[in-house]
């Protein structure tokens, strides 16, 4: 263990000399009874040990470390637990980004903090690298203990290519996902060790190192009585704390999303739902937050939502949201709304059990909006939103839709169920029309509509099916940053016709060549309910949830296209044209 006395001011330890006499004094003991504890460097059981390489290692580092490094190392695989490291009062995690190697030695390319802490530590960070293996690839990492007393453990993490930008091909900035994949996996490191806190490396863009930190450590632990050890993020040095803060409250935006979709649905029903997010808004004096009950619906004639919710002994809610950040209140609103399904079971056309319980996530495109609302009014974007959320449950029950019945929307149309689980579209048809009240510059919509989305594009990207041109433009540009991407989908008269040609009604809540083109059926059916010449739906059924896909995500419910809408949010208050 490294002997610390006190905690020095950390700016004045940045730039002094590393204590060199007492680290001697350290080795000599270490030499002593070289079994007894951890030594100042220790690494991963994955990892191979400094001490040991020695004697086979002929380069500069091998002697810079057969110099200072104390022969007597202990691995973790044999020593003490993590736990069992000393780390004092101040010790951090820390971690640090490289690039991979343009040169044929393969000596590591260190970020520019990575540069500042390997002076500090008079380049023993260099030297270790370029000791324990072959350069470190995109997302790999390898963790050093006992480098510096500030910072017991520093896991350096792979960033790929140096000046990765734009990547055409796959229609998203790659410098940022590959500081958020890395700067994830370096903080998930730092919290298998249990340390409370981790500072890390903003990799030259604190905002997606600060995305990668706080998605990264993100887990609904809330029901177990065994947590993850909670890690506290914090950006390392003080440059770019503005970009690192605005990152935060992205990912914390996209986090309040993947809580809300987890969470179980006896947990979040319609109310509880609307309650967490009016909470969360509570602070804002320019937000007001509308719970609608079950007797304003009705007053608003809503019966194709109404029609839904009936099914269940769950009250539903209409959640209105308006947040006026714009100077002048009276500007057109860009209105967001998400099929809030608190829990799918199909109705009577029910669902297989199998996998029945990902339907707690069917509530994914209030979730995601009305997130995003939360964010919008934390970074104050100067711009108003308005977020509107049907909430209930979809259940079988003498009460519920049969297959074959038909009910009216608020803007008098019918609709002929003919499968009772193609009910977002009855929720969001009325949420559309009641949408069109407020002389919108753009109405977006999100929903968890259709599997067959998922079908079409899987994981990748959000489908979004438009009739404006300006507005694609703004969500794609927006998930080219985010790296959580959008792919446009068709909006052609080929699927409105499979919809309207209906015996009992004027539309028919499924296509009649049943699965064929399901995502770009239920987008023609939304399409009956809308006017306005700037609409967008996002089907985010694909991206519902994450496996493994999204390397910065764990396996969960996955918040997404949050940060997408949030980034979309903030262009659209740049933007001087009125798109009305
Ligand atoms: N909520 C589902 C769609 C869904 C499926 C979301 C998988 C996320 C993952 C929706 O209400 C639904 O059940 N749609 C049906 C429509 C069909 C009956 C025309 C579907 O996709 O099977
Ligand atoms: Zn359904
Ligand atoms: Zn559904």
Not at 55 to 66: D, N, Q
Request: some cysteine; overall charge positive; proline content about 6%.
């Amino acid at each position: 263990m490294l002997p610390f006395r006190g905690t020095p001011a950390r700016g004045a330890l940045r730039h002094r000399p590393p204590p060199r006499p007492r680290r001697r004094r350290l080795m000599r003991r270490c030499a002593r009874r070289p079994a007894r504890s951890a030594s100042p460097i220790a690494f991963l059981p994955s990892e191979p040990c400094p001490a040991m390489l020695l004697p086979c290692v002929r380069s500069v580092a091998a002697r810079r470390l057969a110099r200072d490094v104390p022969r007597a190392c202990s691995c973790s695989a044999q020593g003490p637990s993590p736990r069992g490291y000393s780390r004092g009062a101040a010790g951090k995690g820390l971690v640090l980004g490289v690039y991979s190697s343009e040169k044929d030695d393969g000596a590591a390319q260190l970020t520019s903090a990575g540069d500042a802490f390997d002076r500090l530590v008079s380049g023993k960070l260099r030297a270790l690298l370029s000791l324990c293996g072959p350069p470190l690839k995109k997302g790999k990492t390898r963790i050093f203990h006992g480098l510096h007393q500030d910072f017991p453990s520093v896991a350096v993490v792979g960033l790929g290519k140096k000046n990765a930008g734009i990547n055409e091909q796959e229609n998203w900035n790659e410098g940022k996902e590959n500081i958020r994949t890395a700067v994830a996996v370096g903080c998930r490191q730092i919290q298998d060790l249990e340390i409370p806190c981790v500072e890390v490396d903003p990799c030259g863009d604190a905002q997606a190192a600060a995305e990668g930190a706080v998605l990264g450590l993100h887990e609904y632990n809330e029901l177990k009585q065994k947590k993850k050890p909670v890690v506290t993020p914090q950006l390392h040095g003080s440059a770019e704390s503005e970009a690192w803060q605005k990152g935060v409250i992205y990912a914390e935006g996209q986090n309040l999303a993947r809580y809300l979709m987890e969470a179980p649905a006896n947990y979040i029903t319609p109310i509880k739902f609307a309650e967490h997010i009016e909470q969360k808004l509570r602070s804002f004096s320019n937000v007001k937050v509308h719970i609608r009950q079950e007797s304003w619906i009705t007053a608003q004639e809503m019966g194709a939502f109404l029609s839904v919710a009936k099914g269940s002994a769950e009250p539903p809610i209409f959640l209105e949201i308006h947040y006026l950040g714009s100077a002048n209140t009276d500007d057109s609103p860009l209105v967001f709304v998400g099929k809030g399904v608190t829990f799918d079971s199909g109705g009577i056309s029910l669902k297989p059990s199998s996998g029945m319980d990902a339907m707690r996530a069917d509530m994914g495109g209030a979730a995601t909006v009305c997130s995003a609302i939360v964010t919008a009014a934390a970074l104050n974007l100067p711009l108003n939103i308005i977020g509107l959320a049907p909430l209930c449950e979809n259940m079988p029950s003498g009460k519920a839709n049969k297959p074959g019945d038909v009910v009216r929307a608020k803007n008098g149309k019918t609709i002929q169920v003919d499968n009772t689980d193609a009910e977002g579209r009855l929720l969001l048809a009325d949420a559309l029309c009641y949408a069109h009240n407020f002389n919108a510059r753009a109405i977006v919509n999100a929903a968890t509509l259709t599997g067959a989305m998922d079908v079409a594009l899987g994981s990748a990207a959000t489908g979004v099916f438009t009739n404006s041109s300006w507005l694609w433009t703004h969500l794609y540009e927006a998930s080219i940053l985010t790296g959580d991407r959008v792919w446009r989908m068709p909006l052609f008269e080929h699927y409105t016709k499979q919809v309207t040609d209906c015996p009992l009604a004027d539309v028919s809540n499924i296509g009649k060549y049943s699965r064929a083109g399901g995502a770009c059926t239920a987008a023609a059916f939304l399409k009956e309910f809308v006017t306005a010449s700037h609409w967008a739906h996002l089907d985010i059924a694909g991206v519902m949830s994450n496996k493994d896909e999204v390397p910065y995500l764990r396996k969960g419910m996955a918040g997404r296209p949050t940060r997408t809408l949030v980034e979309f949010a903030a262009r659209l208050s740049q933007d001087s044209h009125n798109a009305k």
